[in-house]
């Protein structure tokens, strides 16, 4: 991603810029005189990490990249109580890893102010749920603010470590993939401090705060309880809610007033669709905007009810406002139609889009449809669909090569061990690049949770069925969520094999380091954690280290490990392919690509349908490797069973 100059970040430099929403969130916290911020990368939400981590280096803020979630969500939490203001950034199943830390500081509270955003991402583009996150505000009781637009998310960032001081409790600040990765102009404000004026925080003790024990525990719930209330008032009279009353041009009498309540990025959709409906239709409507929606402005809502005789409640995801605005409905005995998610009107899954919104108000308008304009016909450039692009291990992608051979030392074990029909091991996959695996023609991931689980779910199916196990774990992975788990199978001797697919990075969020490979990336930690030492360290008996690269012996190792009667790990190191082609090239070699000799070759396809890389294509019955997309990795030379495939001369690629 084109990263605008760091001076702009780091100085009072005037004028619009085109930010993202997650650049937004990282200027908006400077300019609150951010002084410390941890994350663990994961998308929608790391590009606020990794410009943290980029303006670190430059003098900013401090900056660490955490082993996961809670510990990120921990380190910044110790910062705040210490009196800086802090921030830690995450995804929204990030949260469910650092949701034990969270209920705890809710209750000790915090001193300098600390948000925690949390990046929500309807429809699943890059994550394996699509859950709600603004349930956690109201979980843990602490504020919730929903920007709509990448001003908003500046706005509401600066904002929220004042709000987060005034209350003495940590600030939610959600946001979704939408909003995340939208671009739009901003007006950036003045800093509060020039920022790389590093602040040392003073920790003062406190043990009837700061140590939940039961009984420090039940006083600070009561604490909370009053500061949510103070909380509800702010946001009454906050700057992020508004209520507008929306007219047709023109004198009209409306049939009735229409009340439209939303929140997040959910508004925009809104204000777009709004702008649409009431040129063509002479309408009334009060729109009610929430920007801070946790602890809900009942009084608000009461106002909001009083001046409308129909509601549509426009969120997405969950249907939280609108039972909040039923239950106040039923409580001042305003019973009028309030239409949303839980009546049809908007889906509960996925995230919204315009035309949706649109939908929705025109069936609030008038459920017949006679009453609403007919849609213009689409043109045959709307009608034009683009063919699927399923995502794809990409050219020269190590985890191929060890998925390659993987698959074949697992028939070999099958075999052996004489499983039924000679079917494979049960193959418990995690979250990264390798999760592709599941695709042909490998179709090596039987299951799938979260971050960590194909460890404990490797050991759950070991200890229970008669099946081998081949588990799948990434090198980042590994140190975020695996480690727990392996130490149980250690504890009990549990044969499980577990593949640790180590690219050198955390590929699959943008390259960011872990602690076993920092790289010198900024943010990165000054030692490197090996993999294997930390295995033998916690006791596996059997550990292997290899290059995927070299098929055969990736293929021995992982048959050998199969066939130990304990637990195994066959660590697979390669680096990530697009950061080893990107190294080339600063140092001006040529990534020369593999060619198919004609002549040899007999098109048997196992280079195709068996290894399948992306950069061998095949047509008319004729092999050939894209030189474009070939990373001149070669291992499809050992792949084919004719040595028809071999790197290309410096003729061939016009050197």
């Given at each position: 991603m084109d990263r605008p100059h760091e001076a702009f970040f780091l100085s009072e430099t005037p004028g619009r810029r085109l930010?993202?929403?997650?650049?937004?969130?990282?200027?908006?916290?400077?300019?609150?005189?951010?002084?410390?911020?941890?994350?663990?990368?994961?998308?929608?939400?790391?590009?606020?990490?990794?410009?943290?981590?980029?303006?670190?280096?430059?003098?900013?803020?401090?900056?660490?990249?955490?082993?996961?979630?809670?510990?990120?969500?921990?380190?910044?939490?110790?910062?705040?109580?210490?009196?800086?203001?802090?921030?830690?950034?995450?995804?929204?199943?990030?949260?469910?890893?650092?949701?034990?830390?969270?209920?705890?500081?809710?209750?000790?509270?915090?001193?300098?102010?600390?948000?925690?955003?949390?990046?929500?991402?309807?429809?699943?583009?890059?994550?394996?749920?699509?859950?709600?996150?603004?349930?956690?505000?109201?979980?843990?009781?602490?504020?919730?603010?929903?920007?709509?637009?990448?001003?908003?998310?500046?706005?509401?960032?600066?904002?929220?470590?004042?709000?987060?001081?005034?209350?003495?409790?940590?600030?939610?600040?959600?946001?979704?993939?939408?909003?995340?990765?939208?671009?739009?102009?901003?007006?950036?404000?003045?800093?509060?401090?020039?920022?790389?004026?590093?602040?040392?925080?003073?920790?003062?003790?406190?043990?009837?705060?700061?140590?939940?024990?039961?009984?420090?525990?039940?006083?600070?719930?009561?604490?909370?309880?009053?500061?949510?209330?103070?909380?509800?008032?702010?946001?009454?009279?906050?700057?992020?809610?508004?209520?507008?009353?929306?007219?047709?041009?023109?004198?009209?009498?409306?049939?009735?007033?229409?009340?439209?309540?939303?929140?997040?990025?959910?508004?925009?959709?809104?204000?777009?669709?709004?702008?649409?409906?009431?040129?063509?239709?002479?309408?009334?409507?009060?729109?009610?905007?929430?920007g801070f929606s946790h602890p809900v402005p009942r009084m608000l809502l009461r106002e909001f009810l009083e001046r409308v005789e129909k509601a549509l409640v426009v969120e997405e995801l969950e249907p939280l406002l609108e039972l909040e605005l039923l239950a106040i409905a039923g409580q001042v005995g305003r019973p009028i139609p309030i239409l949303g998610k839980r009546t049809g009107h908007l889906p509960r899954s996925h995230e919204l889009r315009p035309e949706l919104v649109e939908e929705a108000i025109w069936a609030a308008i008038a459920p017949t449809s006679s009453s609403r304009p007919l849609p213009a016909a689409p043109s045959a450039t709307e009608k034009v669909v683009p063919p699927p692009r399923p995502p794809v291990l990409c050219p020269g992608c190590p985890h191929r090569h060890t998925y390659y051979a993987a698959h074949r030392a697992a028939r070999v074990v099958a075999k052996r061990l004489g499983t039924p029909n000679g079917q494979p091991p049960i193959f418990p996959t995690d979250i990264g690049c390798y999760t592709l695996g599941l695709a042909k023609p490998y179709e090596m991931a039987d299951y799938l949770l979260c971050m960590g689980s194909s460890v404990g779910s490797g050991c759950g199916f070991s200890m229970t069925t008669n099946q081998p196990v081949l588990s799948f774990v990434g090198d980042s992975t590994f140190f975020h969520a695996g480690l727990p788990a392996l130490v149980q199978v250690v504890h009990h001797g549990t044969p499980l094999t577990l593949v640790v697919l180590d690219n050198r990075t955390t590929a699959m969020t943008g390259h960011q380091p872990h602690p076993g490979a920092g790289g010198g990336m900024p943010g990165a930690g000054r030692v490197d954690v090996s993999i294997e030492e930390t295995a033998r360290g916690i006791g596996v008996p059997w550990v292997r280290v290899v290059d995927p690269n070299d098929l055969m012996a990736t293929q021995r190792a992982i048959e050998e490990a199969m066939l130990f009667p304990g637990p195994s790990i066959v660590v697979a190191r390669a680096p990530c392919i697009l950061q080893e082609v990107a190294r080339k090239r600063r140092r001006g070699e040529v990534v020369r690509p593999y060619v198919v000799d004609q002549g040899r070759c007999t098109a048997c396809m196992v280079c195709v349908r068996r290894f399948a890389c992306p950069a061998i294509l095949a047509e008319d019955g004729v092999v050939w490797i894209d030189p474009e997309q070939c990373t001149g990795c070669g291992v499809c030379s050992q792949v084919c069973p004719k040595g028809a495939i071999s790197l290309a001369s410096q003729q061939e690629v016009g050197g």
């Open positions: 930010l993202l929403g997650n650049e937004a969130i990282v200027r908006g916290a400077l300019e609150a005189g951010l002084d410390f911020a941890a994350a663990y990368p994961g998308t929608p939400s790391s590009e606020i990490a990794d410009l943290l981590a980029e303006l670190s280096a430059a003098g900013g803020p401090g900056f660490v990249w955490a082993v996961n979630e809670k510990v990120a969500l921990e380190m910044a939490a110790a910062a705040a109580a210490s009196g800086l203001r802090a921030l830690t950034a995450m995804k929204h199943v990030g949260l469910n890893v650092a949701s034990d830390a969270l209920m705890s500081v809710a209750y000790t509270g915090t001193r300098g102010g600390f948000v925690i955003v949390t990046a929500d991402d309807p429809s699943c583009h890059s994550s394996q749920n699509e859950q709600d996150n603004r349930y956690y505000a109201r979980l843990a009781g602490i504020p919730l603010l929903e920007p709509s637009t990448p001003q908003e998310a500046l706005e509401m960032t600066r904002e929220a470590f004042s709000l987060s001081e005034e209350l003495l409790l940590p600030v939610l600040l959600r946001t979704t993939t939408r909003l995340a990765h939208t671009r739009a102009p901003v007006t950036p404000g003045p800093l509060l401090r020039p920022v790389g004026h590093s602040r040392r925080g003073r920790f003062l003790k406190d043990p009837g705060r700061w140590v939940v024990v039961p009984e420090v525990a039940r006083r600070a719930h009561r604490t909370l309880l009053s500061r949510l209330e103070q909380a509800e008032k702010r946001a009454a009279i906050s700057t992020f809610n508004t209520m507008r009353l929306l007219e047709s041009p023109g004198s009209f009498t409306p049939e009735f007033t229409l009340g439209i309540l939303s929140s997040g990025v959910a508004r925009g959709y809104v204000r777009e669709a709004l702008e649409e409906i009431l040129r063509v239709r002479s309408l009334r409507v009060l729109f009610l905007e929430l």
